[in-house]
């Protein structure tokens, strides 16, 4: 028989019992959205978590951060503690490791900036500037360091918010510690002009801070705004690292008043706070990194989070699948039931295609592909309804489920339920195939039925 011959049979006995085939057909579109859904919830995680870590920096850039196993004090009258930093030596070391594209240190200190009428205490990072571009610094408005650049600033996106008007803020307010103010603030980075010191009290008087000192200002330019995006970058601004040393070795020179013997060592003497490291793909990431973490240094990574949330979100989807996959299994139990039955009612039909010399291939394949169309069609209505469902936990979900906390850390715009075009192929394509093993054994039940007994059943 041909092909459409027998797909033809098989749609015309599905019809005959219509009750018992849709009530089949409903168990398989259950089990098919269960096991989609599931699914769906494991990959909206999956996304949002990952989205977060894109955020957080670039997966193929490693933070280096010195070890504090071994940290140096000296003993005597007055102790001193020196805080451990990573050498340039180091960074020499790591910049001979194979995939190590980039190398550059950071030196984080905190100044206070004027402009105009508004005041802030920024955290300003020393940086090379060759090394911003290799770091994924994008550039939203100006340009981005060069390398004979001194007292030039590239200022994160989000900057703007802590700059406030001392004057208008009310007594009570934390001092040096960052200040958001919602005022609406009418100045421009890249054009007006911008004083910076190191001392917390220029730009404002501070209860108890020193009167008739006259802090050092600076005069520095604004020359670009990074893009909007990274946490890392967006409350952060950069001037080059050479320069930003200079002059807060200069600033602690001119506050240090102990004697020369007591006095902490300068942190050109000791090394840097962290440096970066770029790797040149993703997937040299954790190699490079066990190599850096052998020279003495702490080290981490985004792609180092992502593998530990992976396994752990395979454990999740793995368990999430299975739920679906339980429903999935009753309705496939439910799809070898009806076809056993066919089999019981239609065993004189069978019995007569033998004798006209139907071949047991054929008597087969009626039954397989039967059961298989059970499956299709209930896999294809299973992940209509789906996507119906996905859409209604996306819309409602995150109002209802705002109060008790699920969702938290995924961000306000995540989805609960993404469902991708591989995963309702893959669900169409798994319900035929587990309505196609359903019917196996019923359909080679089917081929064993003997004609004479088969024509003479009543």
């Known amino acids: 028989m041909k092909i459409f011959d027998l797909v033809r049979m098989a749609l015309k006995n599905l019809f005959r019992s219509k009750v018992r085939t849709i009530l089949t057909v409903l168990g398989i579109v259950i089990g098919t959205t269960a096991i989609v859904i599931m699914l769906s919830l494991g990959i909206a995680m999956n996304t949002a978590y990952k989205e977060q870590m894109s955020k957080m920096g670039s997966m193929n850039v490693i933070n280096v951060h010195p070890s504090y196993d071994n940290i140096n004090t000296r003993r005597g009258r007055n102790d001193v503690w020196v805080e451990p930093t990573i050498s340039q030596e180091v960074l020499d070391q790591i910049a001979l490791i194979p995939n190590v594209e980039t190398v550059t240190p950071f030196y984080q200190t905190s100044v206070k900036m004027q402009i105009d009428k508004y005041v802030a205490y920024v955290s300003l990072t020393g940086i090379k500037p060759e090394a911003m571009p290799a770091l994924e610094y994008k550039i939203a408005e100006g340009r981005s360091l060069n390398p004979d650049d001194k007292l030039q600033i590239v200022f994160g996106y989000n900057m703007k918010e802590q700059f406030y008007n001392p004057k208008s803020m009310g007594r009570g307010r934390m001092i040096y510690g960052p200040i958001y103010s919602n005022e609406e603030k009418d100045f421009n980075f890249l054009e007006d002009k911008i004083k910076m010191s190191f001392d917390m009290s220029f730009g404002e008087k501070l209860p108890g801070s020193q009167t008739g000192r006259k802090p050092k200002v600076y005069n520095v330019e604004g020359v670009g705004i990074l893009e909007e995006g990274s946490w890392e970058t967006s409350y952060q601004a950069y001037m080059n690292i050479d320069e930003l040393v200079k002059l807060h070795e200069e600033y602690k020179k001119s506050q240090q008043n102990q004697d020369q013997k007591n006095r902490r060592k300068t942190t050109t003497e000791i090394g840097y706070q962290q440096a970066k490291v770029k790797v040149n793909e993703i997937r040299n990431v954790l190699e490079v990194q066990e190599q850096i973490r052998a020279l003495g240094v702490n080290a981490y990574s985004m792609a180092e989070s992502l593998e530990s949330a992976n396994k752990a979100q395979a454990v999740m989807q793995g ?95 995540a989805k609960l339920s993404i469902i991708p075009v591989w995963l309702a192929v893959m669900g169409m394509i798994f319900s035929a195939f587990i309505g196609l093993i359903s019917g196996f054994f019923p359909a080679r039940k089917a081929t064993k039925i003997s004609a004479l007994s088969a024509i003479r059943t009543e």
């Open 319 to 413: 368990v999430l699948g299975g739920i679906g996959a339980i429903s999935l299994l009753v309705a496939a139990i439910g799809i070898a039931n009806t076809m056993v039955m066919a089999i019981y009612e239609r065993t004189k039909e069978i019995g007569i295609m033998k004798v006209i010399g139907a071949r047991l291939k054929d008597i087969k394949r009626l039954f397989l592909y039967e059961a298989s169309m059970i499956g299709l069609i209930g896999g294809v209505i299973g992940i209509g309804f789906s996507f119906g469902v996905s859409y209604l936990l996306n819309k409602l979900g995150p109002r209802l489920f705002a109060g008790g906390g699920i969702g938290i850390g995924m961000g306000g715009d």
